[in-house]
């Protein structure tokens, strides 16, 4: 009887076939790195992330934000992270330089974990929103509800639950915030009672995602990036995940505050009957941004 054997990969390096379809993402515009590190002793170790951003300059790409990772707001993921940023690159050769230089791996020997996600920017459609959240703003109200927010019930695993609102809520409400958002959208969009003809991502960007930019513009938040999500490049023991999300949006806003305020908004309140319909399910990271030498 043939014994199988599974293979384990290390928790902070790319599989084969991780790299193998990496050569394969083809993108005019660049690619993204998202990457999630927990380290092995809690904080940033600042000589060698440094080291491996300059190896990230010399390459022509460049580190789009670095944050310090506060809670999970949304979601079912376990993973406790200490820094979660974003690195963009001019192409692929460049990605992969990068993560096969003595650099990067003098960088993962300090992480006991790692996640890193391959996203194709959307530059266009990022305008597009940009430009409905200018265009929307005048017309969304700005009085707030007097709803207390007090976790996710009616949708489990698309709202924050007690235990997670509790955690957000017991952060810092003063300072910056980015908030990491990963989509996965349903094939057609349900309303509970029915399902219209009509794809999730559609329901999503146009009838929940205009009336909330607006509403992110409005808290005084705008966005970092949108882009759509490849596959897993680092982590998941080797899996790509390919089709595991949909797209990755982060915001960020003046504080936390202001994002709950937004959640507040009579607005915003009556998008979320789309962003239900429209979602599969999601994930949603909240970090605080940080300045270059500061630790985490």
């Known amino acids: 009887m043939d014994t199988v054997t599974a293979t384990t990969y ?22 993204y790195l998202q990457v999630h590190f927990a380290w092995v002793e809690g ?31 949304i979601g079912h993921e376990l993973q406790s992270w200490n820094t979660l940023g974003v690195w963009f690159f001019p192409n692929t050769h460049a990605l992969l330089a990068l993560i096969r230089s003595r650099e990067f ?13 391959v996203l194709v920017p ?25 709803r ?13 639950n007690p235990v997670q609102l509790k955690n957000f809520q017991q952060c810092d409400q ?6 990491f958002n990963a989509l996965k959208f349903r094939k057609f969009a349900d309303y509970g009672t029915h399902r219209q003809a ?13 009336l909330a930019i607006a509403c992110i513009h409005k808290s005084g938040g705008t966005l970092v990036a949108d882009t759509q999500y490849q596959f897993t490049l680092i982590g998941a023991n080797g899996d790509p995940r390919m089709g595991q999300w949909d797209e990755v949006v982060i915001a960020q806003y003046p504080s936390r505050q202001a994002f709950l305020n937004m959640l507040r908004l009579d607005t915003y309140q009556h998008a ?3 962003r239900q319909a429209g979602l599969e399910r999601t994930c949603l990271w909240s970090a605080t941004p940080l300045k270059t030498g500061d630790r985490t």
């Open 105 to 117: 791996m003098a960088l993962t020997a300090h992480a006991k974990n790692a996640l890193a996600m």
């Open 272 to 274: 979320l009957v789309h």
């Open 198 to 210: 009509v794809s999730g991502q559609l329901v999503y960007r146009e009838r929940y995602g205009r």
């Open 43 to 73: 904080v940033l170790p600042d000589i060698a992330y440094k080291g491996c951003i300059q190896k990230l300059r010399e390459l022509d790409g460049s580190e789009t934000n670095r944050t310090r990772f506060d809670c999970l707001f």
């Open 148 to 160: 207390v927010l007090t976790g996710g019930v009616q949708f489990t695993g698309l709202d924050p």
């Open 10 to 31: 290390s928790s902070v390096a790319p599989s084969p076939d991780q790299v193998r379809l990496l050569t394969r993402v083809r993108s005019k515009r660049g690619v």
């Open 122 to 146: 959307n530059r266009a459609l990022s305008q597009r929103w940009l430009n409905l959240g200018r265009k929307l703003m005048p017309r969304s109200t700005s009085d707030q509800t007097s």
């Open 174 to 179: 003063g300072t910056p915030i980015h908030m």
